[in-house]
């Protein structure tokens, strides 16, 4: 998948290397192997069982994209399912300010190699009241790390992360989003039962 999304990089411009590569790695693994595939299988995570209170940070501004990471990292870190060096990864990885980890309505997910330091499949959101600068013209109000063991067992919650960013209702509500309590309802409505292809709705009144 590397040699392919190379490839293209050479003839044509990607707007979103993580969506054009999951929609790739769907449409070139047939469904019978997927169903097959033990990291395809419902026990992988959904977002709501990533993004939860306890690692949502509510803030009202960052002074720089550095910080912000810093800031959104820090519950992973606590946890340890990351390790400083991942953080120091990530911040690495954006420095050129490509805008590949932009996902969606002033949304970012930094990442890393798992190599890296990732000792457990995780997410981590930070909410931004006043906007930080990513590149020019990015301006960013959710950041969510993303820390993956390894190339599969995360598809399947950062599936349900893109359609959430890509709906910018559901982006302004968790911008607007006064508790941690508050934005993991957003992302619960976003757990995908797989088998009958629905989407749940576990938002409360």
Not at 161 to 180: F, H, Y
Request: glycine share 4%; hydrophobic share 45%; with cysteine.
């Amino acid at each position: 998948m590397d040699r392919i999304m190379e490839i293209i990089g050479k003839y044509a411009v990607i707007q979103n290397s993580q969506s054009l590569l999951l929609e790739l790695k769907q449409y070139l693994m047939p469904e019978r192997e997927l169903r097959n595939n033990p990291f395809m299988a419902p026990e992988m995570p959904d977002l709501s069982d990533l993004i939860v209170p306890d690692t949502i940070t509510l803030a009202r501004c960052a002074k720089s994209w550095e910080e912000a990471v810093r800031m959104a990292a820090e519950p992973l870190l606590r946890r340890g399912s990351i390790t400083a060096g991942y953080v120091q990864a990530m911040l690495e990885a954006s420095e050129s300010r490509d805008p590949y980890i932009i996902i969606g309505h002033q949304v970012a997910i930094p990442h890393a190699d798992p190599e890296c330091g990732v000792h457990e499949v995780s997410m981590s959101l930070l909410r931004l009241e006043e906007p930080v600068c990513y590149a020019e013209g990015y301006m960013i109000h959710v950041i969510v790390v993303i820390a993956a063991k390894d190339k599969y067992r995360h598809l399947r919650s950062l599936n349900q992360l893109m359609k959430l960013a890509g709906n910018q209702e559901e982006v302004m509500a968790l911008i607007e989003a006064d508790t941690p309590e508050k934005i993991h309802e957003i992302a619960a409505a976003f757990s995908i039962d797989e088998e009958r292809g629905i989407v749940h709705e576990y938002r409360m009144a």
